[in-house]
């Protein structure tokens, strides 16, 4: 569903499955500009960046610990805005189609204008408003294609240089995003459907706001990174099939949710100028999170006497304090040796009131913390400018926490060190073959776990000592000809637990063993894309891609109960340019699959009551695109 999505780097994932009562970070961060978005307490949800008018995005395999702080385990994902243009005004719309198989059809409008005010002074304005169709039909409400999403809103970006030496860059935006129903199928996953008696609404709010101000020193460049951002969600669901799976059959259980998060964040640090044998990186950062959130599950009928089942409240903080720093030395002769690191100190707090079957579950204020050191060191040796071999060893770490629902219990935080070497190769002209191997080390490992209290079930997030993950990433680019490039990738990963463990599910104990599959992580993945480039119709240039991507078998939680077999998609695309106009079409998921992506089950495994989030059927989009 929206927003709820998670990232998997290199086979670390905590959990699969949606369903979680902790204040979890994912393994993998995500950043928009310098500002990490994924909160640490869990209340806010972290948004789903609309695309248009980003510059790039980057993705940092490995842990990135040193620079980029908690939450990196896995590695890291960093959205980049496109920055006003000083020089020159420029202006783009575009407008398109989205046609869903067994769906409908949805339309999008994205604009964006750039305008340099002064020689000093640039100003650039993004707005848009996308919705995308829905295709999964409500049986209990009779609503067709119930689960659109419409993402609206914009940005706000000005960039004011008063000195040669002094250029600064503020941010702002909002984002809403409307939800009609949710995106899981019940019952058979080929089908597209599901019954429950109420549809799953919900609304979420992200606001983010940066302020970027670089000063050129002559050798090196003063950075201050000021972040700002605050979510809120509102959600209806329904558990009415949830209860009934553990013989409370009432004829509706509904589930109303809140929560809203605020994060400030600011980072000063200071970096050399690109050339010389000396390059450094350091600075100091400061982070804190408030977040709350409200949870019901009620039943009118009152069957038990209450009609609030539970009702919790709960109120979150954390905060992040840190200096870190990072250098690379040329040795001569092609090598160059690196050395960095992170200090740092966590806080956190958690409260927990409200009532379950109407009794008091209320606790005081839980507190806790860390702090430790992440260190990391490299070796290059450069054959020649297109050639490179390099090793290297890191490490990240996660904040701990508190989970929810009665009795409110604590995990700590976890920690990985990460073992990696590889080479970059240019073996022949328009050539680059990138290889590396991995070995993550990976201490009080945190997942998701399943427990009943009573009647009730609840998720939560426990350590499970210790786990590993081994991989081999291989990537080929070759450009064949003036027209037609091709490039392939291939992930095998060996994500595991090596020391057992003891959890719940449901009510009763289960071992999980060493040598357990990590839920989430396919053990191999892999991606072929081709790129051609043609004279299209009335002297308009084209360009034609075909992309097939297979993605393995899963285990979706770590118990192993629910499991997914591999998938695949296989995508087109086309685009005709001709001046400052472009047509573009692309289909996805051409043959119509049905891949698993994702299970959403009961504590004890109950096969009769299995939620599939299922890739999206075969998708036309068709846009047209105008640059002033």
Do not use: C
Request: charged letters at 20%; aromatic letters at 10%; a positive charge.
């Amino acid at each position: 569903d929206p927003n709820n999505n998670g990232i998997t780097i290199r086979g670390l994932s905590s959990q699969a499955s949606p369903e979680s009562g902790g204040g979890q970070q994912n393994p993998s961060g995500r950043y928009l500009e310098d500002v990490p978005l994924a909160s640490p307490i869990g209340k806010g949800l972290v948004a789903d960046i609309v695309p248009f008018e980003l510059d790039r995005i980057e993705v940092l395999r490995g842990p990135q610990g040193a620079l980029f702080g908690s939450g990196s385990l896995g590695g890291a994902l960093r959205y980049v805005l496109a920055k006003p243009d000083m020089k020159s005004f420029s202006a783009t719309t575009q407008v398109g189609l989205s046609r869903v198989s067994e769906g409908k059809t949805a339309p999008s409008i994205f604009g964006m204008i750039n305008l340099p005010l002064n020689e000093t002074v640039a100003l650039r304005v993004v707005a848009f408003d996308s919705t995308s169709p829905g295709y999964i039909d409500n049986k209990g409400t009779k609503t067709p294609d119930a689960n659109k999403v419409n993402q609206s809103g914009g940005r706000i970006l000005l960039t004011v240089k008063p000195m040669k030496e002094l250029t600064a860059t503020l941010v702002t935006s909002t984002q809403k995003t409307k939800q009609d129903d949710f995106s899981y199928v019940f019952g058979d996953p080929k089908k597209l459907e599901h019954d429950n008696p109420t549809l799953g609404r919900g609304t979420s709010q992200f606001d983010f706001s940066s302020l970027t101000v670089d000063y050129d020193l002559g050798s090196a460049v003063l950075t201050s990174i000021t972040g700002n951002w605050k979510s809120k969600s509102n959600g209806i669901g329904d558990d009415t099939r949830l209860f009934a799976t553990m013989g409370l059959n009432l004829p509706l259980v509904a589930r109303v949710s809140t929560g809203q998060s605020e994060s400030q964040s600011q980072e000063l640090r200071i970096a050399s100028k690109p050339g010389g044998n000396f390059s450094w990186v350091a600075g100091i950062f400061h982070q804190s999170n408030k977040g709350s959130g409200s949870g019901k599950q009620s039943d009118p009928s009152g069957a038990f006497g209450v009609v609030d089942l539970v009702d919790l409240m709960t109120k979150q903080n954390a905060s992040e304090r840190a200096v870190f720093i990072d250098g690379e030395y040329s040795l001569g002769g092609g090598w160059s040796a690196g050395l960095g690191g992170r200090s740092y100190k966590t806080k956190t707090s958690f409260q927990q009131t409200g009532t379950v079957f109407g009794g008091p579950s209320n606790s005081p204020v839980l507190s806790g913390g860390d702090e430790g050191t992440t260190p990391k060191a490299s070796l290059k040796y450069r054959f020649n400018n297109n050639n490179m071999w390099y090793a290297l060893a890191s490490k990240g770490y996660r904040y701990g926490g508190v989970n929810e629902g009665p009795p409110p219990t604590s995990f700590k935080s976890d920690s990985l060190w990460n073992y990696e070497t590889g080479v970059r190769l240019a073996p022949a002209p328009g050539v680059q073959v990138d290889l590396s191997a991995y070995k993550l080390d990976w201490t009080n490992a945190q997942f998701t776990y399943f427990a009943m209290n009573g009647s009730l079930p609840f998720s939560g997030i426990g350590n499970v000592g210790k786990a590993s993950s081994t991989g081999l990433e291989a990537a080929l680019r070759w450009r064949v000809n003036p027209v037609f490039d091709v490039a392939a990738s291939l992930a095998s990963i060996d994500a595991k637990t090596t020391q057992s463990v003891q959890t719940m599910a449901g009510r009763a104990p289960v071992t999980i063993a060493s040598g357990t599959q990590l839920p989430g992580t396919a053990k191999m993945q892999t991606a072929l894309q081709g790129n051609y480039r043609f004279s299209g119709p009335f002297g308009t240039a084209g360009r034609f891609n075909v992309t097939h991507t297979n993605v393995g078998d899963r285990v979706i939680d770590l118990t192993g109960f629910y499991k997914a077999p591999a998938y695949e998609s296989l995508d087109f695309g086309v685009n005709l340019s001709k001046g400052n106009w472009i047509l573009a079409a692309a289909l996805t998921n051409a043959t119509d699959q049905r891949g698993i992506m994702n299970i959403q089950g009961t504590p004890d495994g109950n096969k009769n009551f299995q939620q599939y989030y299922l890739q999206r059927p075969r998708t036309l989009d068709l846009s047209v695109r105008y640059d002033f």
